[in-house]
């Protein structure tokens, strides 16, 4: 096996291309962005990963990775579209279904066809595997069909593609070998051969377990409001327990897994999802409850100026997907009291729908500055300068990642600690 053609080169499909070009694959990605497919021909990349732009760059200097508008034959091929979902939270599986199509024509007996993207349980048996029985093939005997779900972090993930164990689920049991064997080349870690049923289910639960116990910190965070306990100080010491490990709690969850994937879990057993949909619907209340906790703090204030920090769903990224910053930035936007300015030195113009402000501009005359992602710029804010420079110095750091002190003219809050809070 020589060539491997990858459906979709965003946040997973354009480094999962550049290991597999790295590892001597012949490999063409394949985008309906033309700018994509532009940039990534001359070297180039618009994604903020660590040392994807020099991988790349590499990668297609050496001839081993192109990038196309259209699919091509290939020996394997790697579908890494978005899995988005509808307004009622079920899963929108169409690109997925679109990019399967797109490679159909191009596909011969005894290829290999993955599925990366993260899909509901039962989507290669129930609607991929039809596809390809509709094309002509036998989807059990003429092609190795499977799903292998990415489990990378932003910011490692070029050293997760490789060194993390990889589940591949088959569609049959020869199928699942031959998948394995395409990620045997690349990956270091264990390769865990199932069924795919089994493989869609397992990356719903992986990130299903880190929703749930979001939700329980974010609930603690709430409740310890009401009474006036800091809840970093309770999880700190419940976390001494041996088998104890409460999560932080934040301003919600974002990104393309964990307020996504638990959905697709409660779309095919919502009678029995119970805890997993009140942790969604927990953390999902987590804007709200941070724009309220902004309304108290500048209840005095007839105008208040509110500088928003950090957009992305975690720090030192330049990811918004579902990033529950955006949600509570258009909250804000939309009450005609605040006066908002909103900053992410990791975030581009054309990724959102409205103005962004250099720290300088957001700073200036601030009544209340609200920490949203642990970005390492806002690790290392200066006391003194946010104090000079505000026209009330106040800051609400719903990552608790700050460091800044109650001390020298400056007042912090926290989510989980709003002790002092009228």
Same mark, same amino acid.
């Given at each position: ?29 394949v ?18 990963e ?17 990038a ?7 020996? &394997?091929?790697? +579908?890494?579209?978005? =899995? %988005?979902?509808? /307004?009622?939270?079920? *899963?929108? @599986?169409?690109?997925? $279904? ?9 596909v ?30 036998d ?25 993390? &164990?990889?589940i +591949?689920?088959?569609? =049959? %049991?020869?199928? /699942?070998e031959?998948? *394995?064997? @395409?990620?045997?080349? $690349?990956v ?10 089994t ?22 965070s ?21 088998r ?12 393309h897994?964990?307020?996504?994937? %638990? ?5 095919? *057993? ?74 992410d ?39 003194h ?9 106040v ?28």
């Open positions: 096996m020589q060539k491997i053609c990858i459906i979709g080169l965003g946040y997973i499909g354009l480094p999962t291309a550049a290991v597999f070009a790295r590892a001597g694959y012949d490999v063409v990605g985008d309906v962005n033309k700018k994509v497919i532009e940039l990534l021909n001359k070297g180039e990349i618009i994604i903020e660590n040392g994807l732009p020099e991988v790349v760059k590499e990668a297609v200097e050496s001839g081993k990775l192109r196309s508008l259209e699919p091509e034959a290939a020996d &394997a091929f790697i +579908v890494a579209v978005p =899995t %988005p979902v509808h /307004a009622d939270h079920t *899963a929108n @599986v169409d690109y997925v $279904v679109s990019a399967v199509e797109k490679i159909v024509p191009h011969k007996k005894g290829d290999v066809v993955i599925v990366e993207s993260t899909i509901p349980p039962r989507t290669i048996d129930d609607v991929v595997a039809p596809i390809f029985k509709e094309a002509g093939f989807p059990e005997k003429d092609i190795h069909l499977a799903h292998c779900p990415e489990r990378v972090l932003p910011g490692r993930i070029l050293i997760e593609l490789v060194e993390n &164990a990889r +591949v689920g088959g569609l =049959t %049991p020869e199928a /699942a031959k998948a *394995a064997d @395409v990620y045997r080349r $690349v270091t870690g264990d390769i865990l051969v199932t069924e795919a049923v493989a869609e289910m397992s990356k719903l639960m992986e990130n299903t377990f880190r929703d749930v116990n979001i939700a329980l910190a974010n609930e603690l709430k409740i310890c409001g009401v009474l006036g306990v800091d809840a970093h100080k309770v999880i700190e010491l419940a976390n001494r327990h041996p104890v490990n409460l999560h932080q709690p934040g301003p919600g969850v974002g990104g897994c964990l307020a996504v994937d %638990p959905y697709f879990i409660v779309e095919k *057993a919502p009678a029995e999802a119970q805890i997993i949909k009140m942790s969604r619907d927990i953390n999902n209340s987590m804007p709200d409850y941070v724009v309220d906790q902004i309304v108290r703090m500048t209840g005095d204030i007839e105008r208040p100026t509110v500088a928003l920090f950090g957009l992305t769903y975690k720090g030192n990224i330049d990811d918004v997907r579902e990033s529950p910053a955006i949600e509570i930035v258009e909250k804000m936007i939309e009450n005609p009291r605040f006066n908002v300015r909103v900053h030195p990791h975030v581009r113009d054309e990724q959102v729908s409205f103005p962004l402000s250099s720290f300088e501009e957001a700073v200036a005359d601030a009544h209340l500055i609200v920490i949203l992602a642990d970005h390492n710029e806002f690790k290392q804010l200066d006391q300068t946010l104090v000079s420079k505000m026209a009330r110095p800051v609400f750091d719903t990552k608790n990642c700050t460091g800044l002190q109650n001390t020298n003219g400056l007042t912090v809050h926290k989510i989980g600690d709003l002790r002092g809070l009228s």
